[in-house]
């Protein structure tokens, strides 16, 4: 009797689970992994917004000045400007303009014509009402486009947008002359994880339409880089698919992308992308002889986008964010590198831990900007120097952003 206890309790010890619970195990663990991720940050986890004035030309925002929580909305009010403005002022005054799809209804191909809103970060560091031709203006200055990812307020958007431009106008000590966009669609949160995440997923496509008639706006001899992160970077894929179909189906609006006189430079941050995007039967390999530079950040212990695939489950496919790609998938004559950041930013997701990387800094410095001012004259660029692998320390000195001059 005794015998025939035991042998009960083992078997039922060793039984298999139901099939069914593998399923609820999985979706758990998803959840629970995006919500650790995606909630606002606590303070104590705030990066320096910037260096004291007698710092900026020293150090790339190593030492704090004022900090803020990654969700909290700006306090400058997006019609104008009020008594509290924004803490880039006592930085640098930069030249930061925000472009603003907020409220724009889904739509299913690229526009023949969009009435976004436009706002420009003023001397005092206040948000200003403007329009797109003061954007456009100076066509040879060159463009930095910042696409921010999902959960994003558009006073968040434009905070990390700013803090972008601190952090490269900080560590690129010979940064050239950038006028810093950024991309604000409307990504703030809306209902459960899961859901909020697969719906961003599809409104990501409707803001590529958008992206793509920004930028078939820009002239092409003037020099253009993009820096997508997490989401941003499917919004920009999208975008250059558009306009690469446009151009083929000869649609006078457009101008050219695929013989630009000037550069392009693409940097994918933690891509909410798939990993085949631009394999040889990938659905962004057409955007290629868009690109003259592609650098790819991404993280193998990124534990948010380790789940990817529930998102679209017809993409069978991992993130570009989590796993790289083959280098052999890149042609010849386009400048190419990816490093793995997770020994730098472990399993977060959180795009200020990349730019609290002086490494990583660097790293998007290169990617984004260097040669960028050469413009028609590229050919005439010095090659750019090797960037740093992420497993080294940054103690290397600020990259050189612009060789040639401008």
């Known amino acids: 009797m005794h015998l025939d206890i035991l042998s009960a309790i083992r078997a039922s010890a060793t039984r298999r689970r139901p099939a069914f619970v593998k399923p609820c195990i999985g979706a758990i663990a998803w959840l629970a992994a995006l919500a650790a991720l995606l909630l606002p940050a606590a303070r104590g986890d705030d990066l320096p917004w910037c260096p004291p004035p007698s710092l900026v030309e020293l150090a790339p925002c190593d030492e704090a000045a004022e900090s803020f929580p990654e969700s909290t909305p700006s306090a400058a009010a997006a019609d104008g400007c009020d008594d509290t403005c924004s803490p880039a002022a006592p930085c640098r005054q930069r030249d930061v303009w925000s472009v603003i799809t907020r409220g724009l209804p889904d739509i299913g191909r690229m526009p023949?014509?969009?009435?976004?809103?436009?706002?420009?970060?003023?001397?005092?560091?206040?948000?200003?009402?403007?329009?797109?031709?003061?954007?456009?203006?100076?066509?040879?200055?060159?463009?930095?486009?910042?696409?921010?990812?999902?959960?994003?307020?558009?006073?968040?958007?434009?905070?990390?947008?700013?803090?972008?431009?601190?952090?490269?106008?900080?560590?690129?000590?010979?940064?050239?002359?950038?006028?810093?966009?950024?991309?604000?669609?409307?990504?703030?949160?809306?209902?459960?994880?899961?859901?909020?995440?697969?719906?961003?997923?599809?409104?990501?496509?409707?803001?590529?339409?958008y992206l793509a008639w920004l930028l078939s706006q820009v002239e092409p001899d003037r020099p253009v880089a993009i820096v997508g992160y997490s989401y941003g970077s499917l919004v920009a894929l999208e975008a250059l698919e558009d306009l690469v179909h446009a151009e083929a189906a000869g649609r006078s609006d457009v101008r050219t992308w695929t013989d630009r006189t000037a550069p392009l430079h693409v940097v994918l941050v933690a891509g909410a992308v798939r990993q085949d995007a631009f394999a040889p039967r990938g659905p962004y390999r057409e955007t290629l002889p868009c690109i003259d530079r592609l650098t790819v950040l991404y993280n193998s212990d990124d534990i948010a986008l380790r789940f990817f695939e529930y998102v679209d489950r017809s993409l069978r496919t991992e993130a570009l964010g989590h796993d790289g790609m083959p280098a052999g998938w890149i042609p010849r004559g386009i400048g190419f590198s990816q490093v793995d950041c997770a020994e730098i930013v472990g399993p977060s997701h959180r795009f200020k831990n990349y730019l609290a990387s002086s490494t990583l800094m660097r790293r998007i410095c290169s990617g984004a900007g260097q040669g960028l001012c050469c413009g028609p004259h590229a050919g005439a660029c010095p090659a750019p120097a090797e960037a740093p692998d992420a497993e080294s320390t940054a103690s290397d000195g600020p990259a050189s952003v612009c060789p040639c001059g401008h």
């Open 112 to 209: 023949t014509h969009v009435n976004p809103g436009v706002e420009r970060l003023d001397a005092r560091g206040c948000w200003q009402k403007t329009d797109l031709s003061g954007l456009l203006e100076n066509p040879r200055q060159p463009l930095l486009v910042f696409i921010h990812g999902n959960r994003y307020d558009h006073g968040s958007a434009r905070e990390q947008g700013l803090l972008l431009a601190a952090r490269t106008s900080a560590t690129c000590a010979d940064a050239a002359d950038v006028r810093t966009v950024i991309f604000s669609w409307p990504s703030d949160k809306q209902g459960i994880l899961l859901r909020d995440s697969r719906a961003k997923y599809e409104r990501a496509v409707t803001e590529g339409h």
